[in-house]
């Protein structure tokens, strides 16, 4: 009912260099040669011992400062980094990329090329990359205050200094996010205050490759996972039972510890530097697997209050049962030697007590008076991804479909993989669909198989698409993120290390919706956050055939340049469409210069038709509209007069339109797009057209430009 890292299984007994431990945070101490080539090393040396790793550049001086070489200035942080990455062309680890994250603070003047630097997927393949961000910058941000980036040289006496405005550093952060999938956000004071290592003298400096481990400098990652649809094996949906809980926890918390042994003892370590901080900490990773799996099978929802308040409960009962376990395991065998200090120095726990900086260690006394008379692990709880991991229980309880703490992808997807340098493509049913397939008499059912060519993956989406009813299921990229956000938060008040979670969003997601789910992120205690917009990406998760995938993601040039090809030498006369009484229609919530709008985009053959829009906060709503209602129909109901009605409850939110919005400016803009649209010019020619003017219209013309971007292929500047 439990499985350990894939590191664990690949290495205990073996006779080759493998590591038990799946990650580690390797430090670059100082911007010198000797130190950059130190961490190479290092990082080369883990790979080789199939660790993933995290590494800060924080360290390394910005572009063009003064270096003492024949190079006179430096190529700075993001170039370094470069170099950094290509070490995973080299190491492999038996046909699996190594994984890699780099950070870099917030304040450093080279963070503006770091927050673009993966725009161009090529420069950065091998890595996932992070902003460190902490409390000053995100009140920065609300103030609109001025930010100021800054980097000390001491051996020239040189301190570089800029001043930005914070808003527009995290305008940029937050476009790169939603438009690439990076970088994410690292809250380093909320995980610092959490963290149970910094008062033992080993603070945290990043994240591993994965984000499910906040570490110390050369910390290890001794990872684990409870698969939480045993429950259902022996309970009743939604039961939660202390009791076999606590013996879970228990056989978890004493297994991971002697791999710590294991790994120390047939010195399994790639450095002595990481085996010395392995030895102090004896850090390990408790996590889950198949959450989504078993809210499904229990009729709960991932997103909903009593889904959140079950989840929590469940979370907090296993992190204090393997608390209980750590405390005791101290008891029975002894501390690890950083908490020892601590122990030899204070001696009686309410003095242990309040020594420590931890707010996850005094949650743990207030609310359960666990009191820190010993610790056998400095860390305990961790949530990793688990994707592999989770395939390999059996079929009763595999989660493949359901890894870690995320909900369910989707019925039916395709995803790439890379081995070996090569990717491949692989079609995907979920196990709940797959049963109902074998029990109609299908035969054969994939889960997953490779298809490279999409020709399998179309023959089970056409049976799959007539046979089920997409209003029985939620897939993950329409999960609420706000409310996903705000389980997280609660979520990660039981985990002392971190949470591997990605906020998958749909494809109409805008700027505004990532600024505003790094804002809640932060205010609800998450430690670090990443977002993927649907199809930002090539080959994360598809809903179409990797041939359709391509052309999506070719480039935008021979896009361009067949649209001019096909234009005509002379002016030629269109009729708009005849419109049908009613049309659906996207909803698009914006936020541009601090002013928030909606435009609600009808659509015909799911083409643009025509639009309308106005400044949120004026706009005469007759019923409520949640944020996270993105569809609905827009009914002709006479001359000019046009209702929006909501597709999940078809209750009417506006009457009249155009009274509602009573902006002869709004309605005068709108109704000239509309009219080209239902002309038949195409969405890029508008966009270009107010791309030239963009300068010199206002707050609602750049917000109509902006969503109206999001039905082309090509893509603009600016904006």
Known sequence: IWRPGGSIMSGLGHPANISLENCTTIPLKEDSLEDIFETKYKMAKALAYRQGLGVDISKLRPRNTRINNASKKSLGAVHMMAYYNTIGRYIGQEGRVPALLFSISVKHPDVEEFIICKSDLKVIENANISVQIDDAFMRAVESNSIWVLEFEIPEHNETIRFEKSAVELYEKLCKNAVEHAEPGVQFMDTARRESTTDWLGYPIISTNACSEKMMAADSGCMLASWNILSLLLYFNFGVIDRTFISKVAKRMVRALDNCISYELLYDKSPYKAQKD?????????????????????????????????????????????????????????????????????????????????????????????IALTHMRCAQAMAIAPNGTLSQT??????????????????????????????????????????????????????????????????????????????????????????????????????????????????????????????????KNGVKSLSVYRDQSREGIIEFVPPDEVAKRFSKTQIIQTQIDKNKPTTIKIASSAIRPESIPCKIHIVRVEGVKFIFFIGLLDNKPYEVFGAQLDILKLDDKLPYYIEEGIIRKMASNKYQVIRTDNNRIVIHDIGEAINNPEYSDTTRLISLSLRHGVPVDEIGQQLEKVDKSINSFTKALRRVLLKYTDVQYNGG
């Not at 950083?338 to 005094?362: C, M, N, P, R």
């Open 393 to 522: 229980f059996p079929e009763e309880l595999n989660s493949a479909d359901s890894a870690g703490i995320e909900p369910i992808t989707a019925l039916r997807y395709w995803k790439r993989t890379r081995l070996s340098g090569q990717y491949v493509w692989y079609f995907c049913i979920i196990e709940q669909v797959r049963k109902r397939l074998f029990k109609l008499g299908y035969k054969d059912v994939p889960k997953a198989i490779e298809d490279n060519s999409g020709a399998i993956g179309k023959k089970w989406c056409e049976i799959i698409d007539s046979l089920f009813d997409p209003k029985e299921f939620k897939p993950a990229h329409h999960i609420n993120p706000f409310k996903k956000v705000e389980m997280m938060g609660k979520v990660a008040k039981w985990i002392d290390s971190s949470i591997s979670v990605t906020y998958n969003l749909p494809v109409t997601a805008t700027i505004e919706t990532v600024k505003e789910i790094y804002m809640s992120g932060w």
């Open 277 to 369: 901080v392995v030895t102090a900490l004896r850090e390990i990773g408790i996590g889950v697997t198949n959450l989504g799996g078993w809210l499904l099978e229990s009729n709960l929802g991932y997103d909903t209050n009593e889904g959140i308040k079950v989840i929590e409960e469940l979370i907090e009962t296993f992190s204090v049962e393997c608390w209980k376990a750590n405390i005791d395991l101290g008891i029975e065998k002894g501390n690890c030697p950083a908490f020892q200090v601590v122990y030899d120095k204070y001696g009686q726990k309410e003095t242990i007590e309040k020594s420590h900086t931890s707010h996850f260690l005094k949650r743990l006394y207030d609310k359960y008076n």
